[in-house]
T-cell receptor, first 113, second 112 residues
Framework: GAVVSQHPSRVICKSGTSVKIECRSL??????MFWYRQFPKQSLMLMAT?????????EQGVEKDKFLINHASLTLSTLTVTSAHPEDSSFYIC?????????FGPGTRLTVT | TQLLEQSPQFLSIQEGENLTVYCNSS?????LQWYRQEPGEGPVLLVT?????EVKKLKRLTFQFGDARKDSSLHITAAQTGDTGLYLC????????????FGQGTTLQVKP
């Protein structure tokens, strides 16, 4: 079946630095990719919707200048956390939608020290 | 704003017991999905319910979609330790866009 990968799976960075997370759909073309963040023992919170070749749509309360999303192709979307702070530490999950079903990536654990 | 209220949020039971998780909304959804998530991994789709009143079974798991398509339930019969995990309901919004709204999740612990 379809598989979505994320890279890296874990990342530790220092406060003030930027981190890029990649989300790839491995065997299908994703018209839309979604980015979520998840705090411990909580549900997934949708951050933004990313469509190939267009600007991402951010959910209310999500800073678009802090969480930069690029969807350059139908198989790759990236999320860059700029000037990361400890409160940005979280589990970031992407999903890819190809028109019929949605598949989730394995997540990226970001720790900002 | 469409919201999904999921309950209970935490559940700890003994192996062999039955349980039900509820997902309720004041909004109508075209379809609703149930996911299971293990720690440190992405959620995995269990089922999609589409038709009001629909019942779907997946081994010991029974999923029901309310007649009005505003609520859903997940019933697990004779829970096993392998059922431990986070269960999430998600409503499909915005037509065929793939956009989902998640409930708060239910953390299930099944003790041996």
């Amino acid at each position: 079946g379809a598989v979505v990968s994320q890279h890296p799976s874990r990342v530790i960075c220092k406060s003030g630095t930027s981190v890029k997370i990649e989300c790839r759909s491995l065997d299908f073309q994703a018209t839309t990719m979604f980015w979520y963040r998840q705090f411990p023992k909580q549900s997934l919170m949708l951050m933004a919707t990313s469509n190939e070749g267009s600007k991402a749509t951010y959910e209310q309360g999500v800073e678009k200048d802090k969480f930069l999303i690029n969807h350059a192709s139908l198989t790759l979307s990236t999320l860059t956390v700029t000037s990361a702070h400890p409160e940005d530490s979280s589990f970031y999950i992407c999903s890819a939608f190809g028109g019929y079903e949605q598949y989730f990536g394995p997540g990226t654990r970001l720790t900002v020290t | 704003t469409q919201l999904l209220e999921q309950s209970p949020q935490f559940l700890s039971i003994q192996e062999g017991e039955n349980l039900t998780v509820y997902c309720n909304s004041s909004s109508v959804f075209s379809s609703l999905q149930w996911y299971r998530q293990e720690p440190g991994e992405g959620p995995v789709l269990l089922v999609t319910v589409v038709t009001g009143g629909e019942v779907k079974k997946l081994k010991r798991l029974t999923f029901q979609f309310g007649d009005a398509r505003k609520d859903s339930s997940l019933h697990i019969t004779a829970a096993q330790t392998g059922d431990t995990g986070l269960y999430l309901c998600a409503g499909v919004v915005g037509g065929n866009t793939g956009k989902l709204i998640f409930g708060q999740g239910t953390t299930l612990q099944v003790k041996p």
